[in-house]
């Protein structure tokens, strides 16, 4: 999860100087993005790391900060192993 972390945080730090934000930081209520730049963010998952994002899946819970998209990008690869 460590490395899915690093690539989150690569990602961020080309839009936003992702350097002070914490993983557990709500980068939404931190004001470090914004609802638009979310889509942008679910396209990353998608297209760079590999995960299906469902229309059930689009909750700003599961996009909130580095460790949710973590968790999230995780669970999904734990989900398709089981499939």
């Given at each position: 999860m460590?490395?899915?972390k690093a690539r989150?945080?690569?990602?961020?730090?080309?839009?936003v100087n992702s350097g002070q934000l914490a993983d557990d930081?709500?980068?939404?209520a931190s004001g470090y993005v914004n609802s638009l730049f979310a889509i942008q963010?679910?396209?990353?998952?998608?297209n760079e790391l590999g995960t299906p994002v469902a229309d059930r899946d689009?909750?700003?819970d599961n996009f909130r900060s580095?460790?949710?998209v973590a968790r999230f990008v995780a669970a999904r690869a734990a989900s398709s192993a089981h499939a």
């Open positions: 460590e490395q899915t989150i945080r690569e990602f961020l730090g080309r839009y930081q709500d980068m939404f963010l679910v396209l990353f998952v998608e689009l909750d700003f580095i460790d949710a």
